[in-house]
């Protein structure tokens, strides 16, 4: 077994046990949530305070290819059978030790959010597909941490995303992700061409962009 299937198997046995507690006893990282209110004190410095409609379900640890790993920290509206309207994660990302590696993207995009600049986009997603191409990663270890749970998150999905690295070096980010089902519009992704732009579909994205404005607010 390689070093990073190692690293994952280690991670998903002991993630039950992580998982069972309550979101206030997950705070083995710095960064913690309190009163609905993700609070970090370095990479970077920020207060992200999330509309009392979604409730924060706990922090989720991962790793990328050996290279980079972070915690995600989830809040979903839901409803009683615990199936997920909308979602906010808020990603908390950096290179390990033993990577000479930096976040290069750029800002072509902004949006600046609090006193900051982000990269952001709006995308349709499917999230099944993700997680075919990507096991043990991100959308992977969400879905399955929302599934011990008890929560179903629906695999057609559409997404705002917000982001920038955090430090001179370049060396962490954060990401902000707003996520709605796109069946919330009677709409399907076989409704639309990948690659082609539609007045259906960006509007869509429109209004997924404006809900996810009135989820967070950023201070730093």
């Not at 033993?98 to 800002?107: H, L, Q």
């Not at 919330?184 to 007045?199: G, I, K, M, T, V």
Request: aromatic share 10%; glycine share 4%; proline share 5%.
């Amino acid at each position: 077994m390689s070093y990073r299937g190692m690293v994952i198997g280690l991670l998903w046995l002991l993630a039950p046990a992580v998982w069972a507690s309550e979101p206030a006893k997950q705070q083995d990282q710095s960064s913690r949530v309190e009163n609905n209110t993700f609070i970090s004190m370095d990479n970077p410095t920020i207060r992200v305070k999330v509309n009392k409609k979604f409730e924060y379900v706990g922090s989720v640890p991962f790793i990328i290819d050996n290279e980079s790993a972070g915690n995600r920290y989830i809040f979903v509206r839901a409803a009683a059978d615990k199936h997920i309207r909308q979602m906010f994660i808020i990603q908390q990302e950096g290179f390990l030790p033993s990577s000479n590696d930096t976040y290069k993207y750029r800002i072509t995009t902004p949006d600046t959010l609090g006193n900051s600049k982000y990269q952001h986009s709006v995308i349709f997603e499917d999230n099944e597909a993700t997680i075919r191409e990507e096991p043990g990663r991100e959308a992977d270890v969400t879905q399955q941490f929302l599934t011990a749970h008890g929560y179903v998150l629906e695999p057609e999905l559409v997404m705002s995303r917000f982001a920038r690295p955090v430090d001179s070096l370049r060396r962490h980010e954060i990401i902000f992700f707003c996520f709605e089902n796109l069946s919330s519009y009677r709409q399907e992704l076989a409704d639309f061409s990948p690659n082609a732009a539609s007045q259906a579909k960006e509007s869509i994205k429109q209004k997924v962009d404006h809900n996810c404005r009135s989820i967070f607010r950023v201070k730093d």
